[in-house]
């Protein structure tokens, strides 16, 4: 194992927001597997959509757990910069599978990757964060508003579309332009009226940081308004997914496998990420994980269908919304962004 870190920090207007920047390389195996059974493995790299926190201790757990060791695979793990980052990643051989927005791999299939969603982790996770002092309390109420964002994140993407929908005046919403780190902190110090962020990442960090500032926040879920569309995914490369299926059903699998065991033993799972990632705040990674596998990563249609299963129709609106609304070369049709041949039921 290799870890190397850097903490940069950020100061606002009293709020300081630590960033964790760090690069993982994770080597598996069983202790008692002979060397002989070793070489038998698959190397396999992973490609997480973010820096590790809670929302990733499925990942961590199925490799500590020997989830994906068992199905024969040899796992290093990376963390990632952004879903465009994985999806380019994968694409030119930088890394075997992933982990990342829906809608980026369908903007990658726009453009000429050609990756692929093999199972899906929940719905858009996306919340509308305010103050609760402000006067907004429903959608309606963002028109006039200001909002923290960098150009290019999935969000700026997703709220045209969630206003959209809900028949609001985009064009009345102020854009102030804030690198992502800094979002929380313009909340808290009132730059920005609303900031949108993701539920069992950094929804979390925003409210330990409002949380400190006294400051009560209002949670406002896209998935519930309108925006049921699918959020981040397990991806692929199409060639590996007829060249080395195997390969893809045991990352798929294992995957789930470390999802439901951290699903039924969270402590366990907070521990295991704890002492491969020491520096992670011990409170802020039990409520991510808390949060991903009560709220975020296991839909319905997982409990009924087999987790990861993607309903048709649910990725057809997924696809549609993405042509419509995201940075698309061309528009993509749904066949072929998607496939449940690896999902076990």
Do not use: C
């Not at 992670?280 to 409990?303: W, Y």
């Amino acid at each position: 194992m290799k870890i190397t870190s850097n903490w940069p920090a950020v100061l606002q207007t009293g709020v300081r927001l630590a960033v964790l920047v760090v690069v993982v390389n994770l080597s598996f195996s069983p202790s008692h597997l002979s060397a002989a059974e070793k070489a038998k493995e698959t190397p396999i790299t992973i490609r997480l959509d973010f820096i590790v926190g809670g929302n990733h201790a499925p990942w961590f757990v199925a490799w500590e757990k020997g989830f994906y060791a068992k199905r024969g695979l040899n796992v290093t793990i990376q963390p990632g910069t952004g879903s465009a980052d994985t999806v380019r990643t994968i694409a030119s051989g930088g890394a075997d599978v992933g982990f990342a927005n829906v809608s980026t791999a369908i903007v990658g299939r726009s453009r000429a990757t050609p990756i692929v969603t093999v199972a899906q982790l929940g719905y858009i996770a996306v919340t509308v964060l305010s103050r609760e002092e402000s006067d907004i309390k429903t959608l309606k109420d963002l028109e006039g508003k200001s909002w923290a964002i960098s150009p290019g994140q999935a969000q700026w993407f997703l709220l045209p579309a969630l206003v959209r929908i809900n028949n609001l005046d985009f064009k009345s919403i102020k854009i102030e332009e804030t690198a992502p780190p800094l979002q929380p902190a313009a909340l808290v110090a009132r730059k920005a009226d609303f900031i949108t962020m993701f539920r069992a990442s950094n929804d979390e960090v925003v409210e330990m940081a409002a949380t400190k500032q006294n400051i009560r926040l209002r949670r406002i879920h896209m998935r519930d308004s309108g925006l049921d569309i699918y959020g981040s995914a397990l991806i692929a490369k199409e060639e590996d997914i007829k060249r080395r299926p195997e390969m893809i059903r045991a990352y798929v699998e294992g995957t789930m496998e470390g999802l439901r065991y951290t699903r039924d033993h969270q402590d366990e799972a907070l521990k295991i990420l704890l002492k491969l990632k020491p520096e992670l705040d011990k409170e802020l990674t039990r409520i991510q994980i808390k949060n991903g596998v009560e709220e975020v990563f296991i839909p319905a249609e997982s409990v009924a269908f087999g987790y990861g299963y993607m309903k048709p129709e649910v990725m057809e609106k997924t696809v549609k919304i993405t042509n419509e609304f995201f940075d698309v070369a061309a528009k993509v049709p749904a066949a072929g962004v998607y496939t449940n041949q690896f999902i076990r039921r």
